[in-house]
Antibody
Framework: EVQLVESGGVVVQPGGSLRLSCAASGFTFDDYAMHWVRQAPGKGLEWVSLISWDGGSTYYADSVKGRFTISRDNSKNSLYLQMNSLRAEDTALYYC?????????????WGQGTMVTVSS | QSALTQPASVSGSPGQSITISCTGTSSDVGGYNYVSWYQQHPGKAPKLMIYEVSNRPSGVSNRFSGSKSGNTASLTISGLQAEDEADYYCSSYTSSSSGSVFGTGTKVTVL
């Protein structure tokens, strides 16, 4: 079964750090670019970051650039998001998502999400 | 990286057709054929319904179709069914970040 499982979401204080993980199974992980997408409670989807199949290229939304770092370990079929200098507005459900094809910016497989709450 | 603009809500009766618009700029929707559409039911992860403007992934009903004209993409749902009631989001590649940008989201109500 093709599956993505996120973990690592917790309650963290403003200014704190956190690392999210996403474990992939059921497909050839290193064939695909991967993304992080977030959704604040009751709000819409917001794209966060993209990493190429080999980790050689990374891209970020302006709202997280300089604070978040995306990475992957293809030997472990895992995707990561290192989140630093967290703000209240980073509170959201964080999804990892697999890119459908070759650089088509469509996401065909999503995890169930992991909740990050930034609060004192 | 402003969000793409969608109507907040669209409604229709069972069997009818509805269309959801998604308006961007020449840096995203208008400049590339990388527009996708997602359906999200409450408490669930989004589901890919359309990719590359008008293509349906395997398993998605042919009642869903996509198109694009200029800076505006559209999703049409024909033969509206109760199970289509959900939130819908468009997404596009954007040259401003070389990543993606989502639409503001549209709540579809089946009357």
């Amino acid at each position: 079964e093709v599956q993505l499982v996120e973990s690592g979401g917790v309650v963290v204080q403003p200014g704190g750090s956190l690392r999210l993980s996403c474990a992939a199974s059921g497909f050839t992980f290193d064939d695909y670019a991967m993304h992080w997408v977030r959704q604040a409670p009751g709000k819409g989807l917001e794209w966060v970051s993209l990493i190429s199949w080999d980790g050689g290229s990374t891209y970020y939304a302006d709202s997280v650039k300089g604070r978040f770092t995306i990475s992957r370990d293809n030997s472990k079929n895992s995707l990561y998001l290192q989140m630093n200098s967290l703000r209240a507005e980073d509170t959201a459900l964080y999804y990892c998502a697999k890119e459908y094809g070759d650089d088509d910016n469509a996401f065909d497989i999503w995890g169930q999400g992991t909740m990050v709450t930034v609060s004192s | 990286q402003s969000a793409l603009t969608q109507p907040a809500s669209v409604s229709g009766s069972p069997g009818q057709s509805i269309t959801i618009s998604c308006t961007g700029t020449s840096s995203d929707v208008g400049g590339y054929n990388y527009v996708s559409w997602y359906q999200q039911h409450p408490g669930k992860a989004p589901k890919l319904m359309i990719y590359e403007v008008s293509n349906r992934p395997s398993g998605v009903s042919n009642r869903f179709s996509g198109s694009k004209s200029g800076n505006t993409a559209s999703l049409t749902i024909s033969g509206l069914q109760a199970e289509d009631e959900a939130d819908y989001y468009c997404s596009s590649y954007t040259s401003s970040s070389s990543g993606s940008v989502f639409g503001t989201g549209t709540k579809v109500t089946v009357l």
